[in-house]
C-alpha cells in the first residue's frame, strides 16, 4: 500500500511508492564525473576572463585576480539582478513588482578542475562554508538586500552550467515564498507550543533512528519524513540555531558532516547530479526561537518535470527509510 | 534592468531577465515530433495489454477493450495510489500520514499514434474534454476524494513514459498545497473587495491587451504577469467559473482556444514538450465566488532543475509581453 505522507513544514504532501520501492541502481543519471581538457574561466592562470573577485582565500603574496587562490567569490558574469539602483517597488493595477536589484554571486569552491566538494580536502569545504558565511555578514549590510539564497547545482541537469566545481548566491530585496512560508508555519508551531517544530523534529528521529544517515557532536543528516525526491537529505545543527553561523568560530563540524554525506550520495548514487539550498533566517529576524537553519540535499535521479512542477504534489519511489539504510550503509 | 514581479495569487517572486530576453529560437529541446514504428499499448489492437477500460467512447457496436475507439480512459498500469481501501488517517509523533488511496487514471486522446492535441481534429479536443469533465464528475461521488488533479505531460523531457498522445488524472484524499494556497489567496482578495481576483486579471489584461494572446467568445489565454517558465501560457473563463464545466453543455470554444494555443505553441518553439494543469476548485467548495478555474500550460524549455525547485523562486529569460507577441504572431 503507497504512503501519503505530510511534510510538517511546508505541508506538502507526498506519495510513497512502499510497494515498488526503488533501489539506488533503478535510477540512471548522469554520472558527475569530470572530464578533462577544454578551457575552464574558473581554472588558474584564466582570473582575467571573469569579473573581478570579491573576496578570495589567498596568500597575502599573491596580487588579486591572479593564481595562487583557494577559493574566489565573483560576480556572476551573466547575472540574473542589478548591483546598482534603486527597488522603485510600483504597482501595475493588481500586479507589484520593483526593480530587479540584487546581487549574484558565484564562489569557486576549489582552483582543481578535477575535484567536487565530496573529494576536495575537508579544510577545503570549511573555507566554502566560511565563504558563505563572510558573504552572507558582508551583504547583510546592504539595506536593500532581504534574503540570501545560497545553493549549489552540481551536475549539468541540476542546472549547472560549468563543469568546476562551484557555488552560487543571490541576494534579493524580497523573501522568497518557500522561505517565508517556512518562517510563518514553523512561528505558528512556536505560538502554539512553544517549541520549535526542527528541534521536536530532530529529537524525535534521533530517538527512533529510522530516518538517521549520521550524526556528529553538531549535526544530524536525515532523510526527511516525506521527501519530495529520493534520497533528499537534510543537514541540521542539533541544537536550536535560527541561522547559519559558525558556532565557537568553527565550520569543522558541518564541513564533516557534509562531505560525509556528499561521499555516501556519491557512492550509492554513483555521483549523481543534485542541488543543495541553505535554509536560513531572512536577515530581520536572524536570531529567532521558532526556526532552525538547515541544508537540504536534493538528488536529482528522476525526471520531475511532470505534473510537480504545477501542483506542488510529489510522487517519491523511494520511502526514506530505505533511501537511509542504503546511505548508511554505503562503504566510503 | 531586470524586473522582479510577483505572482498575485500564489505570491512567488519571478525574475523577468529584460535585457537579455530569449527569443524562440534561443531555446533548444527536443521536438515532440511522433516517431514510426515500435510496439505501443495505446494503439488499437493493443486493447488486451492495458488494464480493462473505465469508460471509452466508441460505436455501440464495439465491444469494451476492441478496437473501434476514439477515445480511452483506463486506470494507470502502475497506478501511484490504489483505489481499494480505507484512508486510515494516522500520526507518527509530529508527522502525519494515510494510506495512499486514490485513483490513477490514463485518458488516451486519439487511437491515432501520429496525432498531437494540436494536430487532431477539434472535435477529438472536445472529447477529451468531456472526458476529463466525465471523469470529475464520477470520482467525485466517491466520499474519499478531495481533489482531482489533470495534468498531461507531452514529451519525455516533460515526464511523458510513452509517445502515444495521453493526459493523466489523480484523485486525491487530500487538496494538493498548490490549490489550496491557491484557493486561500483568492479567498482573501474576495474578503476584503468582495471581487473575484482572476475577474480583475482578466479584466486587467482584456484593457491593456499586452498579455493577451488570444480570446473567443467565452475564453481568454494570457502569459500571466510572472510567469516561471518562458512562453507559460493560462486559459481561464472570461465569466466568472469556479469549476471545470462546460458551459452551455458545450466544451467547442474552450476545445478551439487550447487547441488553437497549442498549435501557436508548436509553430512558434518548434513541438516543444510541455506540462498542461487544470486548477480548480476542490470538490467541497465547487461554486464559489472567489476562485476561478483555469489551464496552465508550462512548455519545458529551460533546465529548470536548479535551485528553482527548493526556493519557490524562478528566474525567467523571456518577457511574457515578448512571449505573447511571438505566439500571437505566429502563422498557424
Not at 551573466?78 to 536589484?101: C, S
Not at 506542488?312 to 562503504?331: D, H, M, Q, S, V
Amino acid at each position: 500500500m503507497p504512503e501519503l505522507r505530510k511534510d510538517p513544514i511546508s505541508g506538502r504532501w507526498v506519495i510513497i511508492s512502499v510497494e515498488r520501492g526503488k533501489r539506488p541502481t533503478d535510477f540512471i543519471s548522469p554520472s558527475q564525473k569530470r572530464k578533462a581538457g577544454g578551457f575552464c574561466p574558473f581554472c588558474p592562470g584564466n582570473e582575467h576572463t571573469t569579473p573581478p573577485e570579491i573576496i578570495a582565500f589567498r596568500p597575502a603574496s599573491t596580487p588579486p585576480n591572479s593564481p595562487g587562490w583557494t577559493l574566489r567569490v565573483l560576480p556572476n558574469k551573466f547575472p540574473a539582478l542589478q548591483i546598482h539602483g534603486d527597488l522603485n517597488k510600483r504597482g501595475e493595477g493588481v500586479f507589484d513588482m520593483m526593480n530587479g536589484i540584487g546581487a549574484h554571486e558565484v564562489i569557486i569552491e576549489t582552483p582543481d578542475h578535477q575535484l567536487s566538494l565530496s573529494t576536495m580536502s575537508q579544510r577545503a569545504v570549511e573555507d566554502v562554508l566560511w565563504a558563505y558565511y563572510f558573504r552572507l555578514t558582508d551583504l547583510k549590510k546592504d539595506i536593500r538586500f532581504k534574503y540570501v539564497l545560497i545553493f549549489k547545482n552540481e551536475g549539468e541537469v541540476a542546472g549547472a552550467s560549468l563543469e568546476h566545481s562551484h557555488s552560487q548566491l543571490i541576494a534579493l530585496p524580497i523573501v522568497p515564498k518557500t522561505v517565508r512560508e517556512e518562517m510563518e508555519s514553523s512561528k505558528k508551531y512556536y505560538d502554539s507550543k512553544e517549541r520549535c517544530i526542527f528541534c521536536d523534529i530532530i529529537s524525535q528521529e534521533l530517538d527512533s533512528g529510522k530516518r538517521v544517515i549520521y550524526e556528529n557532536d553538531r549535526y544530524v543528516a536525515l532523510s526527511p519524513f516525506a521527501p519530495r525526491d529520493p534520497f533528499e537529505t537534510w543537514i541540521l545543527p542539533k541544537n536550536h540555531e535560527s541561522y547559519f553561523y559558525p558556532p565557537d568560530k568553527s565550520f569543522a563540524s558541518l564541513a564533516e558532516i557534509l562531505q560525509r554525506i556528499l561521499k555516501q550520495i556519491d557512492k550509492v548514487l554513483d555521483m549523481p547530479p543534485y542541488n543543495f539550498i541553505l535554509h536560513t533566517s531572512p536577515f530581520k529576524e536572524e536570531m529567532n526561537d521558532y526556526y532552525h537553519w538547515h541544508l537540504e540535499i536534493l538528488p536529482r535521479l528522476t525526471r520531475r518535470a511532470g505534473f510537480e512542477w504545477g501542483s506542488g504534489f510529489f510522487i517519491n519511489p523511494t520511502p526514506p527509510e530505505e533511501a537511509t539504510k542504503f546511505l548508511r550503509e554505503a562503504k566510503i
